[in-house]
T-cell receptor, first 115, second 115 residues
Framework: GENVEQHPSTLSVQEGDSAVIKCTYSDSASNYFPWYKQELGKGPQLIIDIRSNVGEKKDQRIAVTLNKTAKHFSLHITETQPEDSAVYFCAAYGDGGTSYGKLTFGQGTILTVHP | DSGVTQTPKHLITATGQRVTLRCSPRSGDLSVYWYQQSLDQGLQFLIQYYNGEERAKGNILERFSAQQFPDLHSELNLSSLELGDSALYFC??????????????FGEGSRLTVL
């Protein structure tokens, strides 16, 4: 099945700096890659996603890049703010083989933005 | 508020017991997903139902079972509970048939503690 590795597990930045979280996936049949943000005491919430036919997608201060050949994708947050502090999860959706129909999440990154 | 309702929010029980977790999806959503979140395992996909039918299955133990009812609410049954089953169990819903068709909306979770 699909295996998603996420790094780093914790990330601490100063307000205004950029933050980058990286994920790799194992199943070349995966074709959809969402990122979720989980705040304390809440369920994860989608912040951005990208499909395999696109290399980059931006939404204000958030961007995601995808390298299908290398099987890795990254989340970039610019001009970080304290309210960006949360746990971020990457995920990969399998469209074939034993991963078919499953959205597999990475282990999560705890992002802390210091004022 | 995601629109997904999970009950109970907290549950404490003993080893060997059986519990049922309940999920009401967002109005109009036909898919329901169950995820287990523990400190060392991240978000683990358990099972997905679409309009009453099982659509995808993850690493769900044989001691666990789920179903989706005609009114689209879902229940996750956990039996012969072990200490290691202590975790946060999330339900999510989406409008489409697959997890790649759009956002998964997560509830706030049911925290299970097995003593």
């Amino acid at each position: 099945g699909e295996n998603v590795e996420q790094h780093p597990s914790t990330l601490s930045v100063q307000e205004g700096d950029s933050a980058v979280i990286k994920c790799t996936y194992s199943d070349s049949a995966s074709n959809y890659f969402p990122w979720y943000k989980q705040e304390l005491g809440k369920g994860p919430q989608l912040i951005i996603d990208i499909r395999s036919n696109v290399g980059e997608k931006k939404d204000q201060r958030i961007a995601v890049t995808l390298n299908k050949t290398a099987k890795h994708f990254s989340l970039h947050i610019t001009e970080t703010q304290p309210e960006d502090s949360a746990v971020y999860f990457c995920a990969a959706y399998g469209d074939g083989g034993t991963s078919y129909g499953k959205l597999t999440f990475g282990q999560g990154t705890i992002l802390t933005v210091h004022p | 508020d995601s629109g997904v309702t999970q009950t109970p929010k907290h549950l404490i029980t003993a080893t060997g017991q059986r519990v049922t977790l309940r999920c009401s999806p967002r109005s109009g959503d036909l898919s329901v997903y169950w995820y287990q979140q523990s400190l060392d395992q991240g978000l683990q996909f358990l099972i997905q139902y679409y309009n009453g039918e099982e659509r995808a299955k993850g690493n769900i133990l044989e001691r666990f079972s789920a179903q989706q009812f005609p009114d689209l609410h879902s229940e996750l049954n956990l039996s012969s509970l072990e200490l290691g089953d202590s975790a946060l169990y999330f339900c999510a819903s989406s409008a489409g048939q697959g997890a790649n068709t759009g956002e998964l909306f997560f509830g706030e979770g049911s925290r299970l503690t097995v003593l």
